[in-house]
Nanobody, 114 residues
Framework: QVQLVEFGGGLVQPGGSLRLSCAASGSISSAAAMAWYRQAPGKQRELVAAIRSGGITNYADSVKGRFTISRSNDKNTVDLQMNSLKPEDTAVYYC????????WGQGTQVTVSS
């Protein structure tokens, strides 16, 4: 079993920055893939950014150049640095972990509004 807890959501003005963190605990493997997804009201959950065990990353086109995903295998954390935030980035952000099985965090709200 793996437990995921997200931190760092909140309200920010357009153009601002936020940093999300996800702490993983339990039967953690450094070979796991980790990611951030988001779901806006009335929309499907979508991949925001992912990072594999070797550090290879991929991003949704809508966040490239603005968001950066990183992980620490020592601390079992994955972070999402979000810059130049836009109102359309407003969503619940979920941490995701996959190694044999998939696990999700409970989600953290990010609201971008003036």
């Amino acid at each position: 079993q793996v437990q995921l807890v997200e931190f760092g959501g909140g309200l920010v003005q357009p153009g601002g920055s936020l940093r999300l963190s996800c702490a993983a605990s339990g039967s953690i493997s450094s070979a796991a893939a980790m990611a951030w997804y988001r779901q806006a009201p009335g929309k499907q959950r979508e991949l925001v950014a992912a990072i594999r065990s070797g550090g290879i990353t991929n991003y949704a086109d809508s966040v490239k150049g603005r968001f950066t995903i990183s992980r620490s295998n020592d601390k079992n954390t994955v972070d999402l640095q979000m810059n130049s935030l836009k109102p359309e980035d407003t969503a619940v952000y979920y941490c995701y972990y996959k190694f044999m099985y998939e696990y999700w965090g409970q989600g953290t709200q990010v609201t971008v509004s003036s």
